[in-house]
Every structure is written in structure tokens, then in C-alpha cells.
């Protein structure tokens, strides 16, 4: 089984958006192979319409051109990309999406393709007790503990 069936099996059922690209950094890589039905519902774009193109489509005016470089940098240098971005869907409208990117190793170790988690998170009304922790929340499922407080926000 190839790794696009393999994550396919795994992340159809998934509420977590889910998107698999091939391991080209460079422009105009990535390239999508593969996009769950989650992120299609989050992002509001067909799967048919994102497979084939770049994940660059959900940027828009108000992407943060410092952070959407620092992603290929990170997955470069740690091999994870954990952060948030401004992220807009088909519609226009932007939200916030928290992403862990990681690649997806062969048996030798080599990188195969990149896997994303995306998630909406929303900002909490008020201010939370805590200075500078807990500002925001996913949303539908909870951010976990372990991350919590500890995503940087780069929207
Ligand atoms: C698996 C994966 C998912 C990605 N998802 C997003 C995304 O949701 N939003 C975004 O702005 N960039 C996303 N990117 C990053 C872009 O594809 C691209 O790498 C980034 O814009 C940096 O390249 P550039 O500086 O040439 O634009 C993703 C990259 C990978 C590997």
C-alpha cells in the first residue's frame, strides 16, 4: 500500500483536517496528494480542487509572509513545523489555523511526504488568569494539554 491509501484509510474518518503533500520545499512545492474530508469542510475547498496544487492557496492578504517562510525552515531544520497561521477559506474569510507538520519516514529514515494537522482555534473572550497562556482554544476539539499556552501564534 502506498503512503497516499495508507494516510487516506487513517484520516478519512478523522475531524482533525488532515493534508499529506510530496517532500518538494522548494517553489512551487509542496505539492498536495492528499486532502480528508475535514480539511475540506474547514477550508471550504473540494479535495478535488487542493490535490495537485499547493497548500499556498489558503494564504491571503493578511498571511504573515515571515511565518509561511519560517514553515519550510522548521521542517528543514527540526523536521516539525508547530505553529499558527492566517489561513483563508475558499469563500475569503480568514481564520486562525494551528498546524503540526511532520514528515512521514521510510524505512531507511528518508522523508516520504509531509503530513499536516490543521485545526481552527479561536480566541477566548476575555482575558485569561494566566498572563500569555491559554489565549486561545481549538475549535470542536481541545487543544492537548502538552500543547496548550505553547503554539506560537504567527497570525
Ligand atoms: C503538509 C503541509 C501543509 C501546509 N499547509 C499550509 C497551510 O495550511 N497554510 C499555509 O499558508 N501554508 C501551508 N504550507 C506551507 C506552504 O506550502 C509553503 O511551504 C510556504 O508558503 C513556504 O513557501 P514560500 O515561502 O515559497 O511561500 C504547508 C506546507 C506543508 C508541507
Known amino acids: 500500500m502506498n503512503i497516499v491509501d495508507l494516510v487516506r484509510m487513517l484520516a478519512e474518518p478523522l475531524d482533525v483536517a488532515v493534508v499529506l503533500t510530496d517532500i518538494d520545499l522548494e517553489r512551487p512545492g509542496p505539492t498536495v496528494l492528499y486532502a480528508n474530508p475535514a480539511f475540506a469542510?474547514?477550508?471550504?475547498?473540494?479535495?478535488?480542487?487542493?490535490?495537485?496544487g499547493s497548500p499556498r492557496l489558503l494564504q491571503g492578504a493578511g498571511t504573515n509572509r515571515e511565518a509561511t517562510r519560517h514553515l519550510p525552515r522548521m521542517l528543514r531544520a527540526e523536521g516539525r513545523f508547530l505553529g499558527c497561521l492566517q489561513n483563508y477559506r475558499k469563500e475569503g474569510d480568514a481564520y486562525l489555523c494551528e498546524l503540526d507538520v511532520r514528515p512521514i519516514l521510510g524505512r531507511d529514515g528518508s522523508a516520504q511526504a509531509f503530513i499536516a494537522f490543521e485545526r481552527e482555534v479561536v480566541r477566548r473572550r476575555g482575558r485569561p488568569a494566566g498572563?500569555?497562556?491559554?489565549?486561545?482554544?481549538?475549535?470542536?476539539?481541545?487543544?492537548t494539554p502538552m500543547l496548550a499556552g505553547t503554539i506560537p501564534v504567527f497570525a
Open 131 to 143: 498572563a500569555g497562556t491559554k489565549r486561545y482554544r481549538a475549535a470542536g476539539n481541545a487543544v
Open 41 to 52: 469542510r474547514l477550508s471550504g475547498y473540494g479535495i478535488a480542487e487542493v490535490v495537485g
